[in-house]
Nanobody
Framework: QVQLVESGGGLVQAGGSLRLSCAASGSIFSINDMGWYQQAPGNQRELVASITRGGSAKYADSVKGRFSISRDNAKNTVYLQMNSLKPEDTAVYSC??????????????WGQGTLVTVSS
């Protein structure tokens, strides 16, 4: 079993910053790509940012220059630093990890999600 636990969401004013964390635990051999997704009310879940094990990152156009993804492989943790937040960033943010388990199975694991609310 592998679990992802997110933290760091909350209420912030427009222009403010938040830092999300997502820690993986369980029967982990290694973690390949990790990513953050957002789902606003009435919308589909969309990729915000992803990062490879080697640290190569990709971003959605809507967050380029404002958000930064990073990871600590020793802690099996991925972070999302969100700056210059806008009301349209309001969403539930979920992390995802492509995990190789100790039995060498490949799993796509999701966290429970954390709500980010940006007030105008």
């Amino acid at each position: 079993q592998v679990q992802l636990v997110e933290s760091g969401g909350g209420l912030v004013q427009a222009g403010g910053s938040l830092r999300l964390s997502c820690a993986a635990s369980g029967s982990i051999f290694s973690i390949n790509d990790m990513g953050w997704y957002q789902q606003a009310p009435g919308n589909q879940r969309e990729l915000v940012a992803s990062i490879t094990r080697g640290g190569s990152a990709k971003y959605a156009d809507s967050v380029k220059g404002r958000f930064s993804i990073s990871r600590d492989n020793a802690k099996n943790t991925v972070y999302l630093q969100m700056n210059s937040l806008k009301p349209e960033d309001t969403a539930v943010y979920s992390c995802n990890a492509k995990v190789v388990t100790t039995s060498r199975a490949l799993l796509s694991v999701w966290g429970q999600g954390t709500l980010v609310t940006v007030s105008s």
